[in-house]
């Protein structure tokens, strides 16, 4: 059971380091070295940085559905879980 | 129209629509407010909505029978409607009418209050959520509690509760004032007492359960007028994104410049300061956690994170739209400009403009209203918030030491949420012409800088002592309160001096680090008795954490 605690843990400070290194990748839109992504993608008027901030907000909902797919297993049932407040 | 002065105005401006309620409207303290005609359209919703939500208010204090009822709603909201609530708490006027006016002002810049405010809650999923409802009953308090000294961390973790959600309620009820003003031509006195009295009698008599539910409704109606709005400005632009952004391009004054970022914002320690503020204080806002307890069990607690995401992910998403549609539909119409060159009423009101130009006096009327009714719903989970911090954090487990009679405290509970009432509409007057910028500034550093680390600590490092925990505490809230006077806000907005001591508004980039690293050194360093009951507390707790009522029992056989 320990062990599976400590996987579930192992799952958690991935993910959650997956989301800050995605997070904080939007700081390039202010470095010199992003500068390409205020540049329009190809023939639309639609920019690197657009493009980032939307493509943030739908991976992070993709990476919690993966998430809650992940840790859905070997979980006690939600009666069980119950606390008695 | 965004004259070379706009540069320089911009971090007061940014102050004021960072936070994902409602306290962007104090931004029209720095300005003139501009008061409108009374708008019939906007006054019959708003009272039709007044009206829906005093009946469900009703139908909770008929359901409201204990202290528990009162804080959690009896643990018996759904997912769906708790992520609902959360999101309602989130997609407010700030992020539809102040996440609007910054990308009218400055394109793509203004997005990132967006991100930061969605970022987040996958976070909140991963690390949190479940730990935090199975550990807890009624606040995140609770959780550490649990883990540390039960006194002096309580302590330490209600003042920085109060802290922030005192301030919060300040920077609403004045941002209150000052948008109903703008919005419904209302005077400034009786918006706050209007707001006051209605949230009083959705929290004293429905506590959580109305307070959720009015949550909910907002929620719902803020999705929809925002789609309306972004299917009409579409249809302005034959339904093509490029359409859109090109005419947006070509109207703005700053031209193509507002699809990349540099038109608002330039430095990146500026941003990440920013990003860090928004990011880990929403981990460590109060009346958000404490959402996390209205819900019956572990996975209903996840699944209202995820859905909250959901809602949140579409709605900014949709705010590219209408922001990027206020440029391409207002710019060059005189109509909605003063002989100043600027937006009338201000920036924040581009989004209402917008709502005029593609939808008539009939969607202004209907944005205006559910503008009127996030502000209700935002200072209700927070006055629910303040109500727990004193009359069960404080009463029910410090002095009661954890066996109130249920009575006493739920009577307790109902004259804190009238006291909290009162006290808002004292600070809401008080601070009217007051320049407030750094009070809606410090819920979330002090959020970020002192509730985050010891709850994520308490959760996740085995090392971490009560010792550790205060020391980390106390100089994340001092820290905070320091570096945000010396900085931009106070030294020079407030003060009057030339230049600022400190050059960021938002220090919780460098106030978090210092939290950790202190906890961090008083915990190891910690040989007291307390410091070997708190670390093995922490695999004692471990398997409940997890696995909630279930890995208690588990833990009776390892």
């Given amino acids: 059971m320990l062990r599976a605690v400590r996987r579930k843990t192992r799952h958690r400070l991935v993910f959650s380091l997956v989301i800050l290194v995605l997070y904080f990748a939007y700081l390039f839109n202010y470095l010199p070295s992003g500068e390409f992504l205020a540049q329009r993608l190809g023939t639309s008027w639609i920019t690197g940085s657009l493009a980032m901030f939307a493509g943030l907000i739908v991976m992070f909902i993709l990476l919690e559905l993966v998430f809650l797919c992940l840790d859905s297993d070997d979980e006690p049932d939600a009666k069980g879980s119950r606390l008695g407040h | ?558």
């Fill in chain 2, 1 to 558: 129209m965004v004259t070379s002065h706009t540069y320089m105005r911009v971090p007061a401006l940014f102050s004021l629509l960072l936070w994902p309620d409602d306290s962007f409207a104090v931004g029209s303290i720095d300005s003139v407010v501009e008061r409108q005609a009374l708008n019939p359209t906007a006054i019959t919703m708003f009272l039709v909505f007044v009206a829906v939500t005093l009946a469900i208010s009703y139908w909770a204090s008929r359901k409201t029978r204990s202290s528990k009822d009162f804080y959690t709603a009896g643990g018996g909201i759904s997912g769906l409607q708790n992520g609902t609530a959360i999101a309602g708490d989130f997609m407010s006027a700030a992020s539809f009418l102040g996440i609007t006016g910054l990308v009218f002002l400055g394109g793509f810049d203004g997005l990132v209050l967006a991100l930061g405010a969605f970022a987040a809650w996958p976070l909140m999923l991963f690390l949190l959520a479940k730990r935090v409802r199975n550990l807890g009953s009624i606040t995140f308090v609770d959780v550490v509690s649990q883990r540390l000294e039960r006194n002096p961390i309580r302590v330490v973790t209600v003042t920085g509760t109060i802290v922030v959600v005192i301030l919060y309620l300040i920077a609403q009820m004045v941002g209150a004032g000052k948008l109903i003003e703008l919005l419904f031509g209302l005077p400034y006195q009786v918006a706050v007492i209007l707001v006051s009295v209605l949230v009083l009698t959705y929290v004293t008599f429905g506590g959580m359960l109305a307070t959720t539910w009015v949550q909910i409704i907002k929620a719902l109606l803020l999705i929809f007028g925002a789609t309306v709005a972004a299917f009409l400005v579409m249809k302005e632009a034959d339904f093509s994104i490029n359409i859109l952004l090109q005419g947006a391009a070509e109207n703005h004054p700053r031209g193509e410049a507002i699809l990349g970022s540099g038109v608002l914002f330039r430095d990146p320690v500026q941003i990440a300061t920013i990003m860090v503020s928004m990011m880990f204080g929403t981990l460590g806002l109060p009346h958000i956690l404490m959402r996390l307890f209205t819900v019956p069990n572990m996975r209903e607690a996840r699944k209202s994170v995820f859905y909250a995401s959901l809602f949140m992910g579409y709605f900014y998403l949709v705010i590219i739209i209408l922001g990027f549609g206020t440029i391409y539909l207002l710019y060059g119409k005189p109509e909605y400009f003063g002989s100043d060159g600027g937006l009338l009423g201000g920036n924040n009101m581009a989004a209402i403009h917008l709502s005029n130009a593609v939808g008539g006096s009939l969607l202004t009327g209907f944005m205006s209203a559910v503008s009127f009714a996030t502000i209700l719903a935002v200072v209700a989970g927070l006055t629910v918030s303040g109500a727990a911090a004193i009359s069960h954090d404080i009463y029910a487990e410090v002095i009661c030491k954890g066996n109130p009679d249920a009575r006493t405290e739920l009577a307790l509970t109902r004259i804190t949420t009238l006291g909290i009432g009162v006290i808002a509409i004292v600070l809401g007057i008080m601070f009217e012409n007051e320049n407030v910028a750094f009070i809606a500034t410090m819920p979330m550093v002090v959020a970020a800088s002192v509730n985050f680390p010891i709850l994520f600590l308490s959760l996740f490092w085995p090392g971490l002592t009560t010792r550790g925990a205060i020391a980390g505490g106390v100089v994340g809230l001092v820290s905070s309160v320091v570096l945000i006077v010396v900085g931009p806000q106070v030294w020079v907005s407030v003060l009057g001096y030339e230049q600022a001591l400190f050059p960021y508004d938002y220090p919780a980039l460098f106030t978090l680090p210092l939290a950790l690293a202190f906890t961090w050194f008083f915990s190891v360093s910690d040989r007291s008795a307390r410091s070997i009951i708190d670390r093995r507390n922490y695999h004692d707790l471990l398997l409940r954490s997890e696995y909630g009522a279930k890995g208690k029992s588990l833990e009776v056989h390892l």
